[in-house]
């Protein structure tokens, strides 16, 4: 079975730095999706970004890009000019290609201070 | 914007009674998930549907809950009889297909065994 680990319990950023959250995956598979989802308090779970692990090339949505290491099996999500609005749990999730179960991490709780 | 619509919000139940929670997906969305979340976990999930099909269950509690979506569409998890450690966020998710395309999320049914 595919498993998520997310170290990071918790992390701490300043307003306008650059914070990198963790993320290692476990498979045998090679056709699978990554994903990084944000969860504000009391609000719904929304993504952030999602990689394809046929795609060499890392992922970049605005102010928030990816490091995949295929063989290294990581995905780490970084976040450049933090904002107060980024403040929230994030998860790492995985998903096999075809109908398959989205498995996801047991999140980093993202802290952002003035 | 379409959304995926989940009611109640918010419910309270003694130990022992049933409880029901309804998840109306976005409009043409074939996947549907729901998953259980604990306070400061990562989303556990309890069943998916491709259309009408259980595709994975594998985790649900079947001595006392159920899942059904009978028309492809809108669907209803009941736990029967709830247990205090049924305590959780219930959240349901939606998506076109699997694979690469991503799940939409609902603002969850929070869920209090007293």
């Known amino acids: 079975a595919q498993t998520v680990t997310q170290s990071q319990p918790e992390m701490s950023v300043q307003e306008a730095e650059t914070v990198t959250l963790s993320c290692t995956y476990d498979?045998?598979?090679?056709?699978?999706?990554l994903f990084w989802y944000k969860q504000p308090p009391s609000r719904q779970m929304i993504l952030v970004i999602r990689?394809?692990?046929?795609?060499?090339q890392n992922a970049t949505e605005n102010r928030f890009s990816v490091n995949f290491q295929k063989a290294a099996k990581s995905f780490s999500l970084k976040i450049s000019d933090s904002q107060l609005g980024d403040a929230a749990m994030y998860f790492c999730a995985y998903r096999s290609g075809g109908f398959q179960k989205l498995v996801f991490g047991t999140g980093t709780r993202l802290l952002v201070s003035p | 914007e379409a959304e995926v619509a989940q009611s109640p919000r918010y419910k309270i139940t003694e130990k022992s009674q049933a409880v029901a929670f309804w998840c109306d997906p976005i409009s043409g969305h074939a996947t549907l998930y729901w998953y259980r979340q604990i306070l400061g976990q990562g989303p556990e999930l309890l069943v998916q549907f491709q259309d009408e099909s259980v595709v994975d269950d594998s985790q649900l509690p079947k001595d006392r809950f159920s899942a059904e979506r009978l028309k492809g569409v809108d669907s209803t998890l009941k736990i029967q009889p709830a247990e205090l450690g049924d305590s959780a966020m219930y959240l349901c998710a939606s998506s076109l297909a699997a694979g690469r395309t991503e799940a939409f999320f609902g603002q969850g049914t929070r869920l209090t065994v007293v």
């Open positions: 990689q394809e692990a046929y795609k060499q």
């Open positions: 498979t045998s598979e090679s056709d699978y999706y």
